[in-house]
T-cell receptor, first 114, second 115 residues
Framework: DTGVSQNPRHKITKRGQNVTFRCDPI?????LYWYRQTLGQGPEFLTY????????KSRLLSDRFSAERPKGSFSTLEIQRTEQGDSAMYLC????????????FGQGTRLTVV | DQQVKQNSPSLSVQEGRISILNCDYT??????FLWYKKYPAEGPTFLIS?????DKNEDGRFTVFLNKSAKHLSLHIVPSQPGDSAVYFC??????????????FGQGTILTVHP
């Protein structure tokens, strides 16, 4: 399978716990994006990387959220001290760093904070 | 502020007929537009795109039309098939700086195609 892979697919956690999600992009893609989607809404941009550099972070990304892409390949998104409002689908996408190229999405990680 | 809007939450169409999904945007910096399809419990799947230098792009049963002056685009599916039933998202990106590729999505339109 050469698509974007996300793990885990589902995560249930208690409020206040930390969670970490992983994304493995398409191997030749140097751009990696994180989005969050809540019910009835479209995906909202959180942050993106070009290779290992984090180039932009949304104001939606509070200081409890941190993302890394240490070697320019896979990425992790960590949420510290989770809150019920963090419950959402977290989507990862990858693309080439070129104009007019589409992003390919993974299947997402569904987070439920109880 | 919602820079990309899909004002129809749902659309119901008979198999074989045309489905028309609409999208409006407010940011004049957007110059690349995409449509994604999403099934439940899956990530969005790329469908078709259009650059702002064009007003139409066609791929099989799918055609996207762009009206820059009205800041409006639409996706036409002809003929519609039951397997097209999904949520359709309009998305836009701007070429300026390093932000190209970062997508702003609409809220989505649920398309149901009845046999």
């Amino acid at each position: 399978d050469t698509g974007v892979s996300q793990n885990p697919r589902h995560k249930i956690t208690k409020r206040g716990q930390n969670v970490t999600f992983r994304c493995d992009p398409i191997s030749e893609h140097n751009r990696l994006y994180w989005y969050r989607q809540t019910l009835g809404q479209g995906p909202e941009f959180l942050t993106y990387f070009q290779n290992e550099a984090q180039l932009e972070k949304s104001r939606l990304l509070s200081d409890r959220f941190s993302a890394e892409r240490p070697k320019g390949s896979f990425s992790t998104l960590e949420i510290q001290r989770t809150e019920q409002g963090d419950s959402a689908m977290y989507l990862c996408a990858s693309s080439l760093a070129a104009l007019g190229t589409e992003a390919f999405f993974g299947q997402g990680t569904r987070l439920t904070v109880v | 502020d919602q820079q990309v809007k899909q004002n129809s939450p749902s659309l119901s169409v008979q198999e074989g007929r045309i489905s028309i999904l609409n999208c409006d945007y407010t940011n004049s910096m957007f110059d690349y537009f995409l449509w994604y399809k999403k099934y439940p419990a899956e990530g969005p799947t790329f469908l078709i795109s259009i650059s702002s230098i064009k007003d139409k792009n066609e791929d099989g049963r799918f055609t996207v039309f762009l009206n820059k002056s009205a800041k409006h685009l639409s996706l036409h599916i002809v003929p519609s098939q039951p397997g097209d039933s999904a949520v359709y998202f309009c998305a836009a990106s701007a070429a300026g700086g390093t932000s190209y590729g970062k997508l702003t999505f609409g809220q989505g339109t649920i398309l149901t195609v009845h046999p």
